[in-house]
């Protein structure tokens, strides 16, 4: 019978990441620890390069889509008009060439716009992106501060 693999640094340190930021979140920030949770797993690979990459990817797509939806959820509440909000959301994440931060911009662009009002699309656009950077930090920091055996080996 064939044995299971262990379970290994990566899923170890990111479990950390996601404790610390859901402890962080709801006994410090006073707020649910879903985004900064994200924001930490998202933050762990196999390396620190990789890692810091993938932060920036996710917290840009998330600024900028927030941004955007703040704008747009302030701006109307037709479901048509909003709906072009992807278009500078995309437009400039190409330009600024980081195209893997397209669907997290969207993602949260959708997310303020269609799941608030005017009202409330600025507070939640706001939380999405500051959560979701503290639970980045956290995930960079365990992941810097936990090193696998071998500091060349990757997670």
């Known amino acids: 019978m064939r044995s299971l693999p262990p379970i290994g640094m990566r899923i170890i340190k990111s479990a950390i990441a996601v404790a610390i930021s859901a402890v962080f979140m709801e006994y410090v920030v006073r707020d649910t620890p879903f ?21 920036l990817m996710r917290n840009l797509g998330t600024f900028i889509g927030g941004v955007f939806g703040m704008l747009v959820s302030f701006l109307t509440e037709n479901v048509a008009i909003q709906a072009l909000g992807v278009i500078p959301v995309i437009y400039i994440i190409n330009l600024l060439k980081k195209h893997p931060s397209i669907i997290p ?12 009002d005017a009202n409330t699309g600025w507070i939640y656009g706001l939380r999405r992106i500051t959560e979701t950077f503290m639970g980045s930090i956290i995930g960079l920091g365990v992941n810097n501060l936990i090193k696998s055996p071998r500091e060349d080996m990757e997670i």
Do not use: D, H, P, W
């Open 105 to 116: 911009g969207c993602i949260v662009f959708f997310a303020v716009v269609y799941l608030n």
């Open 35 to 55: 985004f900064a949770c994200i924001g930490a797993v998202v933050s762990m690979e196999r390396t620190m390069e990789k890692s810091f990459e993938a932060a």
